[in-house]
């Protein structure tokens, strides 16, 4: 049981805009701390693609963004493309953990 | 540029214990803008914090794994090391091993990970 909620899966056409969400609770997102986006490809590690709520790395296509609102916040991506495809983590930082926290993650699928 | 590679067993036994170490080249562990993290990837499924080591030497335990976990650092070597005694089979994962920006508290980079199974 993760700390942050994703849904496990979603998918979508190539061109489509597409939406994880990432829900916390007041110990965390809602403490105001930043909510950080990775993408996972098959055997390899995380990559941030989204990181303080809104901001994306060089190298990262401006089809990603971030935003944060409350105890909640979404990675978009459109005009998605079959490059895409992968695990999406959203992350977090937790004043009762006193540590950083995970989503469950998304599987991205690109139909 | 900062690379991070963890090293260890990939094979252990039940209530044998786990010793990790993770390597940093191209930047210090005491850098004061950064802190120093493990988190762990069970096969198919998501990812967990371990523990995170502070520049300052101090160091924050998943209070989940707390009571089996040690996590220490050699500065001379520039590595932090974790030791997890008497494992499961519900220890085995992919361990990464990452640098956390201080005040924003996001993971980058990772290393590449290792995968530590337990099975008798």
């Known amino acids: 049981q993760s700390v942050l909620t994703q849904p496990p899966s979603v998918s979508g056409a190539p061109g489509q805009r597409l939406t994880i969400s990432c829900t916390g609770s007041?110990?965390?997102?809602?403490?105001?701390?930043?909510v950080h986006w990775y993408k996972q490809l098959p055997g390899r590690a995380p990559k941030v693609v989204i990181y303080?709520?809104?901001n994306r790395p060089s190298g990262v296509p401006d089809r990603f963004s971030g935003s944060k609102s409350d105890t909640s916040a979404s990675l978009a991506i459109t005009g998605l493309q079959a490059e895409d495809e992968a695990d999406y983590y959203c992350?977090?930082?937790?004043?009762?953990?006193?540590?950083?926290?995970f989503g469950g993650g998304t599987k991205l699928t690109v139909l | 540029q900062v690379q991070l590679q963890e090293s260890g067993p990939g094979l252990l036994k039940p209530s044998e214990t786990l010793s990790l170490t993770c390597t940093v080249s191209?930047?210090?562990?005491?850098?004061?803008?950064?802190?120093w993290g493990w988190i762990r990837q069970p096969p198919g499924k998501g990812l967990e914090w371990i523990a995170t080591?502070?520049?300052?030497?101090?160091?924050n335990y998943n209070p989940s794994l707390q009571s089996r976990l040690t996590v220490s650092r050699d500065t001379s070597e520039n590595n932090f090391s974790l030791r997890l005694v008497s494992v499961t089979a519900a220890d085995t994962a992919v361990y990464y091993c990452?640098?956390?920006?201080?005040?924003?508290?996001?993971?980058?980079?990772w290393g590449q990970g290792t995968l530590v199974t337990v099975s008798s």
């Open positions: 990452g640098r956390i920006l201080r005040h924003r508290k996001w993971f980058d980079p």
């Open positions: 191209g930047d210090s562990i005491t850098t004061s803008s950064y802190f």
């Open positions: 080591v502070e520049y300052t030497g101090n160091i």
């Open positions: 007041t110990s965390n997102i809602g403490a105001d701390f930043d």
């Open positions: 303080a709520n809104s």
């Open positions: 992350q977090s930082y937790d004043s009762s953990l006193n540590g950083p926290v």
